[in-house]
C-alpha cells in the first residue's frame, strides 16, 4: 500500500489524521533534524498498522514534509 504523507513536526501530540484511504496527516514530536522526524514516522505507522518497522520505506520525499511512503503487509 501506498501512502501520500504531510508531515508536521515539533507537534505536542503525536498521531495520524487521515483525509482518504491513501491520505493522511502525521503530527511528529521530533524535529526534522538528522532524520529524527523520519524516524519518528516510521514507527508511528508501525504502530498503527501493526508491521515491523522494516516493513515501511520512505519513497520519496526524504527531506520533504509530503512523503510517499510504502507499507507492506
Known amino acids: ?3 501520500i504523507i504531510k508531515v508536521k513536526p515539533n507537534n ?3 498521531g ?8 493522511c496527516i502525521a503530527h511528529i514530536k521530533s524535529p526534522p533534524v538528522d532524520g529524527k522526524a523520519n524516524d519518528e514516522l516510521i514507527t508511528l505507522l508501525s504502530k498503527h498498522f501493526q ?3 522494516n516493513n515501511i520505506e520512505i519513497l520519496s520525499g526524504l ?3 509530503s512523503k510517499i511512503v510504502s507499507v507492506l503487509p
Not at 16 to 23: A, G, I, P, V, Y
Open 12 to 14: 505536542k501530540r503525536p
Open 63 to 65: 527531506t520533504s514534509k
Open 51 to 53: 508491521v515491523p518497522k
Open 16 to 23: 495520524l489524521e487521515f483525509l482518504s484511504e491513501t491520505e
Open 1 to 3: 500500500m501506498k501512502l
